[in-house]
Nanobody, 125 residues
Framework: QVQLVESGGGSVQAGGSLRLSCAAS????????MAWFRQVPGKEREGVAS????????YYRDALKGRFTISQDNAKNMVYLQMNSLTSEDTAMYYC??????????????????WGQGTQVTVSS
């Protein structure tokens, strides 16, 4: 079992930045991938970024490349999402996810078993 707790969400003006944090606990040694997803009410949850824990390989939603950066601090069991040049379209609930299995599609919701409760990001124009 892996427990995930997100933090760092809030309200920001368009053009601003936020850094989300995800604290992992429990059987973190078994985690192979960590990821960030986001969801707007009435829409499907979509993958934002993912990282292979041991190799450090990162994956991004194409539309977000260059603005969002996923990183990790393995010593602290933390994963971060740095978000820059935010727009109103980035407004969503952001979720941290973890997988203890090898996965094929790193930004697919069904690839992940463990989820946090989410942190709200609101960008005002």
């Amino acid at each position: 079992q892996v427990q995930l707790v997100e933090s760092g969400g809030g309200s920001v003006q368009a053009g601003g930045s936020l850094r989300l944090s995800c604290a992992a606990s429990g059987d973190t040694y078994s985690s192979k991938y960590m990821a960030w997803f986001r969801q707007v009410p009435g829409k499907e949850r979509e993958g934002v970024a993912s990282i292979h824990i041991r190799a450090g390989i990162t994956y991004y939603r194409d539309a977000l490349k260059g603005r969002f950066t996923i990183s990790q601090d393995n010593a602290k069991n933390m994963v971060y999402l740095q978000m820059n040049s935010l727009t109103s379209e980035d407004t969503a609930m952001y979720y941290c996810a973890a997988s203890t299995q090898y996965i094929i599609k790193a930004l697919l919701t069904s690839s992940y078993k463990y989820w946090g409760q989410g942190t709200q990001v609101t960008v005002s124009s």
